[in-house]
């Protein structure tokens, strides 16, 4: 199967979102990684983390289907030799980076099982996942609950948190990856 | 078992956010060099059937399948809550290309990198929940 074009994409996320608020529930993912730390124990060091984790546990649910989604996307919904098709002006600002022609879903360089044994990779990852963590959960959601449930609320608070996400985006991509890379 | 409903749905999402791409480090990085309409029209049509479908919801209160009032929470207003945190997820969002869905949906795929990305947001909002009281809000 090709991959979908945006009108499609952009429709079925909406359709998400209707679906969980049918279920009694709000689309909101990020939530999910302070579950997992009040599981692990978080609850022990700082209040934030005391509350009954099982009354979130249908979102874990939602979680594990979306790797379960990701999985059978990959392997059962996909081309064969499947590239992501960006644009040649993105290829060739990646490349002047140091990055290789696009091949897959994402860079196997920094992602793939192959790179997990480059400290400077591993702390790549690291840095990136802990300022997501930290950033959705200061910033109270990340792109599903606050661009797509928070803006469509209406909320001046999502759109301010989408502003930021944007200063930190852009920032990352044209200041500090061409420190990093 | 009442659960099989969001293990079904976050499924779906999970198969959405690999076949649009949006769970794509490429896209992520195309998007923020303004570079392609894929990412803008995707959030942009969400958005945009979004509004009318929350305001519909109110209007019309629409109970969810149980029969129970579908509540929508505003969120206080703040400043540097946002804005700082929003700037801290978009570095982090950039970076590794991915926010917290993608970043299982890539998992599942078989990205073992997004494995390291997970653990560490976790860590990330542990370390939030630990200095929550002395960051502005």
Redesign the interface.
Known sequence: ?Q??P?????????L???????????FG??S???T??TM?G?DK??P??QFDWKTQ???L???????????????F??VDDYT?A??E??IT??SALGFST?EG???AS????E??GETK??I?????????????????G???G?????????????L???????????????V??PL?Y | MKNIKFLIAGTLFGIIMFKSEAASWYRIQEMFRFQAFHMYGIIGLAVALGVPMVAIIKAKKIKDFAGGQIVFTPKAWSIPRYLIGGTIFGLGWALSGACPGPIVVNIGAGYAGYFIVLIAAVFGTFLYGLLKDKLPH
Do not use: E
């Open positions: 199967m991959p979908w945006w009108y499609v994409s952009g429709a079925l996320i909406a998400i979102m209707f679906i969980m608020l049918f279920f009694g529930k709000s993912f990020s999910n990684l302070r997992l730390c692990c978080a060091y700082a934030f983390f546990s249908w979102n649910f939602f979680l594990v289907g979306a790797g379960l989604g990701g999985y059978l996307a990959a392997n919904l996909t992501v960006i644009s002006s993105t600002d990646l696009p879903f994402v860079p920094q992602f793939g099982s790179a997990m990779n591993i790549i990852l690291a840095l990136g996942g802990l300022m997501v963590g930290f950033g959705a959960r200061y910033a109270g990340c792109t599903s606050h661009a797509i449930s928070g803006i469509s609320n209406l909320q001046p608070a999502s301010l948190a989408v502003v930021g996400f944007f200063i930190g985006g852009l920032l990352m991509t044209h500090l990856f990093i």
